[in-house]
């Protein structure tokens, strides 16, 4: 099982590379990281498995995060109607998106950092996706609300871009334009 030991830190390359598309059909080693991604999550999302491991709670996890350069990531949240997302993202595409931006009023965190970085991160209010799954499935998803916010934040780690790198520098908390806050 992926504990917290197994996430690098920023400071750590691999974090900063971008990830190489996933070849199918998918080795046993790589399908074997795919579930223990998920199974990440969905264990930090338990508190009992959480406080026995001592995990830090999480919503996504790229495999950057746990040094590899698979380009895939898990996703286990539920979204505003309460629909349970739970996948992992192969070959991750944003194949089009609103012009209208969004981002969290708190801001964003991530596992591989280990400090906070307030400022508004801008996101685009709402994605259509293209992603394989780990059984090869083509899959096409419209998102928006965190299951938006969350799928960018992972995707960016596979092309090596940390949230903090959207923040803006001069004022953190500057009005982001034709953007809602998301809440
Ligand atoms: O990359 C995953 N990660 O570091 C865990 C947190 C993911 C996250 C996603 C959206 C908004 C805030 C935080
Ligand atoms: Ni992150």
Not at 40 to 55: G, M, R, T, V
Not at 141 to 151: H, N, T
């Given at each position: 099982m992926i504990l917290m030991d197994d996430i690098i830190r920023e400071g750590h390359p691999t974090l900063r590379?971008?990830?190489e598309e996933v070849k199918f059909p998918l080795?046993?080693?790589v399908r074997q990281l795919a579930e223990d991604m998920l199974q990440?999550?969905?264990?930090?999302?338990?508190?009992?498995?959480?406080?026995?491991?001592?995990?830090r709670g999480g919503?996504?996890?790229?495999?950057?995060?746990?040094?590899?350069?698979?380009r895939m990531f898990a996703l286990h949240?539920?979204?505003?109607?309460?629909?349970?997302?739970?996948?992992?993202?192969?070959?991750?595409?944003?194949?089009?998106?609103?012009?209208?931006?969004?981002?969290l009023p708190a801001g964003e965190g991530c596992l591989s950092v280990d400090r906070n970085v307030p400022g508004y991160v801008p996101?685009?209010?709402?994605?259509?996706?293209?992603?394989?799954t780990i059984d090869g499935e083509e899959k096409k998803?419209?998102?928006?609300?965190?299951?938006?916010?969350?799928?960018q934040h992972e995707l960016d780690?596979?092309?090596?871009?940390?949230?903090?790198?959207?923040?803006n520098e001069k004022n953190p908390f500057a009005d982001i334009t034709d953007s809602t806050p998301y809440e």
């Open positions: 590379t971008k990830a080795t046993d080693e990440y999550l969905i264990n930090s999302q338990d508190p009992e498995i959480a406080d026995k491991y001592n995990l919503i996504g996890l790229a495999a950057n995060q746990v040094n590899s350069l698979q949240l539920t979204d505003d109607n309460g629909e349970q997302l739970s996948f992992v993202a192969i070959n991750p595409k944003i194949v089009s998106h609103s012009v209208e931006n969004t981002y996101r685009h209010a709402r994605v259509t996706v293209k992603f394989k998803m419209r998102l928006k609300g965190m299951p938006a916010i969350a799928f780690h596979l092309n090596g871009i940390m949230f903090y790198d959207r923040i």
